[in-house]
């Protein structure tokens, strides 16, 4: 239980008082950008009332059907993503079209990583999820619990 005094009546968490849960999410026909803000919110530990701002107090996410994933308008034929090798002329773009299909957990990573906090605590909760593009996932032992979103 976080300790609350009586000058100041928000919780702060501390480290050893962290409870996480594993969460499995199925991205079967969700909108990208909709799985990625839900899956955000659940890495921070917005949706707990001990939520603290500078603790990684969120769950774990285990995100399968990757490659089923959709996105609207045009974006499949126009979203770009763009890597670069730290070499001059070292610039690649691939489109959203062959990345799905050649890497699908790489669209989603990409998703929530954007929508994280920029700092190592967002590195950290990013750490949390884990993306599958099928079916099959290694993490039964964890025993996640179904999530709709």
């Given at each position: 239980m976080p300790i609350i005094s009586p000058i100041h009546r928000t919780p702060s968490l501390k480290k050893e008082e962290i409870k996480k849960s594993w969460y499995l999410v199925d991205a079967t026909d969700k909108t990208l950008?909709?799985?990625s803000s839900a899956i955000a919110a659940r890495l921070r530990g917005k949706h707990k009332s001990?939520?603290?701002p500078n603790q990684d107090c969120g769950d774990n996410i285990v995100v399968i059907n990757a490659a089923k994933v959709r996105v609207t308008g045009k974006k499949r034929d126009q979203k770009?993503?763009?890597k670069h090798?730290?070499?001059p002329g070292g610039l690649t773009a691939t489109t959203?079209?062959?990345l799905i299909k050649k890497q699908p957990e790489k669209?989603?990573?990409s998703a929530v990583k954007g929508m994280l906090p920029k700092s190592r605590l967002g590195d950290v909760?990013?750490?949390?999820?884990r993306v599958f593009p099928g079916e099959e996932h290694t993490l039964n032992a964890?025993?996640?619990i179904k999530l709709d979103i």
């Open positions: 950008g909709r799985l001990t939520f603290t770009i993503y763009y090798s730290l070499y959203f079209k062959d669209v989603v990573l909760m990013l750490g949390n999820v964890q025993k996640p």
